[in-house]
T-cell receptor, first 113, second 114 residues
Framework: DQQVKQNSPSLSVQEGRISILNCDYT??????FLWYKKYPAEGPTFLIS?????DKNEDGRFTVFLNKSAKHLSLHIVPSQPGDSAVYFC????????????FGPGTRLSVLP | DAMVIQNPRYQVTQFGKPVTLSCSQT?????MYWYQQKSSQAPKLLFH???????NEADTPDNFQSRRPNTSFCFLDIRSPGLGDAAMYLC?????????????FGDGTRLSIL
């Protein structure tokens, strides 16, 4: 029973265009969300987070949007660069569960030059 | 500089032969986690230590154990590895368990079972 879903296993985008990665969750108790980026042969690295009291958080080229009613969040990368090619994991946690994150299965982003 | 270090990067063991994976950190974080990740799947939390307090996930098999002798080191012991235990094992740390403290991951140990 997947509580965090990333329904697109892969995504290809042209360099300079926008990349949009999507994530859906089922547990309404989740109130804190993160995106991690993973290169081959490396561990995931933290990218950006958002609390449920917000609907948007921006950090440079990366913006995360949260739609609580739809239980949906998305990561926008603008403009996309070849170095953004990686696997992106969405993760969620609930205050009652502390830092026990539930991860999605990831989306592989390929940014084409 | 690597802050969460996992050794070895690749480990091969025989079916049923105990194996230990290690993780060390230079961040002085209170919390250390072990995840199992199988191909194209989400990382799955096995357990975590908050300081010396061990917290097991309900569905983690008894075959998996962990030790944290001090703040810097944490070990994952697999007592009798089966073929289904072949996976990437990720160690992570965080300053605290409250929200707002992202986890920092090591590069993982890929375990193969012969």
């Amino acid at each position: 029973d997947q509580q965090v879903k990333q329904n697109s296993p892969s995504l290809s985008v042209q360099e300079g265009r926008i990349s949009i990665l999507n994530c859906d969750y089922t547990n309404s108790m989740f109130d804190y969300f993160l995106w991690y980026k993973k290169y081959p042969a490396e561990g995931p690295t933290f990218l950006i987070s958002i609390s449920s009291i917000k609907d948007k958080n921006e950090d440079g080229r990366f913006t995360v949007f949260l739609n609580k009613s739809a239980k949906h969040l998305s990561l926008h990368i603008v403009p996309s660069q070849p170095g953004d090619s990686a696997v992106y994991f969405c993760a969620a946690s609930a205050k009652n569960y502390g830092q026990n994150f539930v991860f999605g299965p990831g989306t592989r982003l390929s940014v084409l030059p | 500089d690597a802050m969460v270090i996992q050794n070895p990067r690749y480990q091969v063991t025989q079916f049923g032969k105990p194996v230990t994976l290690s993780c060390s950190q230079t961040l002085n974080h209170n919390v250390m986690y072990w995840y199992q990740q199988k191909s194209s799947q989400a990382p799955k939390l096995l357990f975590h230590y908050y300081d010396k307090d061990f917290n097991n996930e309900a569905d983690t098999p008894d075959n998996f154990q962990s030790r944290r002798p001090n703040t810097s080191f944490c070990f994952l012991d697999i007592r009798s590895p089966g073929l289904g235990d072949a996976a990437m094992y990720l160690c992570a740390t965080s300053r605290d368990r409250i929200q707002g403290h992202p986890q920092h991951f090591g590069d993982g140990t890929r375990l193969s079972i012969l």
